[in-house]
């Protein structure tokens, strides 16, 4: 890349405007790197190097010169993404401003915000974390928002201060919802499934189950993703990743028999479980704790 073209990237995130480059390179240059592979599109008119991440401060900032604004700040997801307790992947780029807009891959929310709910992360203007919990609480499904308070929680983000965030939004979307799961969230859920896994139970009228709740077995302690322990039932999100193959048998059957051999009852829930067939684990775990009464 052509020196000039290098000092714009290296200052806008590594991203730069077809204008930009068209400075530097004539458009037929301009139109081989783009055929190749070489340069990407972000957003309309913007481009990055297809070695350079899509990184979410990236993405604001070709939002920016994409729109043509002064200033862009992230929200929503993208915000979630910047303060790492984003739980949705691959998610168009939410930004603010001045009037709303959606393509396929950017979103421009036109939100009221209060200049002291924006901070600077990693040089990206952001709505701070407890404002971008809130929302997230407030607009996105109620599975997926749970994941992200918790998660939120887990990273530092106090239940009062949200509270107190979302007392603010009267009359906006999904603040009783945000209110409801706000209560709910538990910052012990060490991932966004076992956070899913833990509502599904909750809306089937199952008693609250304890995250990561810990049992000292003959063999040592041992964690469970969700447990009861007044009923010694425990259950276990069965993840394509962390329980399948050899190793993965290896690794549990010892810790599951422990568990059977001090009374307790084991149950798993798969991702098409939580996300489709949720009576698949709550209907035999609502009988085994009907039956142990």
């Known amino acids: 890349m052509r020196p000039g073209l290098v000092?714009?990237?290296?200052?806008?995130?590594?991203?730069?405007t077809a204008r930009q480059a068209l400075c530097e390179y004539t458009r037929a240059e301009l139109r081989a790197r783009i055929d190749r592979g070489q340069w990407v599109r972000v957003f309309h008119g913007v481009y990055r190097e297809v070695s350079t991440p899509p990184e979410p401060g990236l993405r604001v900032e070709a939002a920016r010169l994409?729109?043509?604004?002064?200033s862009m700040a992230a929200a929503y997801n993208t915000a979630a993404e910047l303060h790492g307790f984003a739980v949705l992947a691959d998610q168009p780029t939410?930004?603010?401003g001045i009037q709303s807009a959606r393509t396929h891959r950017l979103v421009v929310h036109r939100d009221r915000v209060d200049p002291a709910e924006l901070e600077l992360v990693r040089g990206t203007s952001v709505t701070n974390?407890?404002?971008t919990a809130a929302d997230l609480a407030r607009t996105l499904p109620r599975m997926d928002a749970l994941a992200t308070v918790d998660a939120a929680l887990r990273s530092g983000v106090s239940r009062t201060a949200l509270?107190?965030?979302?007392?603010?939004?009267t009359r906006r979307r999904g603040r009783r919802q945000a209110a409801e799961l706000i209560a709910l969230a538990d910052d012990r859920a060490e991932s966004p499934m076992e956070s899913r896994t833990r509502l599904r139970c909750i809306d089937a009228g199952l008693p609250p189950p304890e995250p990561q709740l810990e049992v000292w077995t003959r063999d040592g302690l041992r964690r469970i993703d969700l447990g009861w322990r007044q009923w010694r039932i425990g259950l276990e999100y069965d993840?394509?990743?962390w329980h399948s193959g050899?190793?993965?048998a290896l690794r549990d059957n010892p810790r599951h028999n422990w568990l059977t051999t001090e009374g307790w009852t084991i149950y798993y829930a798969t991702a098409a479980d939580v996300y489709h067939h949720p009576h698949h684990f709550t209907a035999p775990i609502r009988y085994a704790i009907d039956r142990a009464q």
Do not use: N, P, T, Y
Request: aromatic share 6%; with cysteine.
């Open 163 to 169: 509270a107190c965030e979302i007392d603010k939004h």
């Open 66 to 70: 994409s729109i043509g604004a002064a």
């Open 129 to 131: 974390a407890v404002r």
């Open 7 to 16: 000092q714009l990237r290296d200052e806008q995130f590594g991203v730069f």
């Open 239 to 241: 993840s394509a990743i």
């Open 94 to 96: 939410d930004v603010l």
């Open 246 to 248: 050899h190793d993965a």
